[in-house]
């Protein structure tokens, strides 16, 4: 089966900067991704992560330690905008479907 | 192209009714997917097509639920006697074999 883990909420004032962590058990692994979802929208995609590290995209960066089985979301300079649910999600197999875990609300505080 | 379209956005019925959600993707592209999302969770996945064909489909998914890319361009899904259990955004998206899905505005279905 396929589990992912990342805490349910996290806040954080203006202009700071968090860290969303998440874990994932798979029994295949093609893969780690990011998606933003604020409330009544769609999600949509951030950031994909196949191999070991950090990619920068702007003010997100998303880091994969496959061998831990783990991956983190950096959200630098925030902004109230900012303000939305985050999803990790796993790919299993090349070209399958993406496993979301339940999400992280992230609160922006002024 | 604007994106991934679903209709209706809104949909209201009586338990028991059949209902179905119609999802047009990205033109260009090969994979769709259907995803279920109930408030405060994370979208679970129902089903997914290459093309025409239907590649997987859920465990979870009940044979109340059928899903059709008859010509590999639009989706439909559809629920045969709703339960209020049903009650949750459907949600569409579209891929072209990378790891970037395109979700639509999702359909919110009540069941009474």
């Known amino acids: 089966g396929q589990s992912l883990e990342q805490p349910s909420e996290v806040t954080a004032v203006e202009g700071a900067i968090v860290q969303i962590n998440c874990t994932y058990q798979?029994?295949?692994?093609?893969?780690l991704s990011w998606y933003q979802q604020h409330d009544g929208g769609a999600p949509t995609f951030l950031s994909y992560n196949a191999l070991d590290g950090l990619e920068e995209t702007g003010r997100f960066s998303s880091f994969l330690s496959r061998s831990d089985s783990y991956g983190y979301l950096l959200l630098q300079e925030l902004q109230m905008k900012d303000s939305a649910s985050y999803f990790c999600?796993?790919?299993?197999?090349?070209?399958?479907?993406?496993?979301f875990g339940q999400g992280t609300e992230l609160s922006v505080k002024p | 192209d604007t994106g991934v379209s679903q209709d209706p956005r809104h949909k209201i019925t009586k338990r028991g009714q059949n209902v179905t959600f119609r999802c047009d993707p990205i033109s260009e592209h090969n994979r769709l997917y259907w995803y279920r999302q109930t408030l405060g969770q994370g979208p679970e996945f129902l089903t997914y097509?290459?093309?025409?064909?239907?590649?997987?489909k859920s465990r979870l998914l009940s044979d109340r639920f059928s899903a059709e890319r008859p010509k590999g361009s639009f989706s439909t899904l559809e629920i045969q006697r709703t339960e209020q259990g049903d009650s949750a955004m459907y949600l569409c998206?579209?891929?072209?074999?990378?790891?970037?899905?395109?979700f639509g505005p999702g359909t919110r279905l009540t069941v009474l």
């Open positions: 097509f290459q093309n025409e064909a239907q590649l997987e």
């Open positions: 798979t029994s295949g692994f093609y893969g």
């Open positions: 998206a579209s891929s072209v074999d990378t790891e970037l899905m395109y």
């Open positions: 999600a796993v790919k299993g197999n090349q070209g399958g479907k993406l496993i």
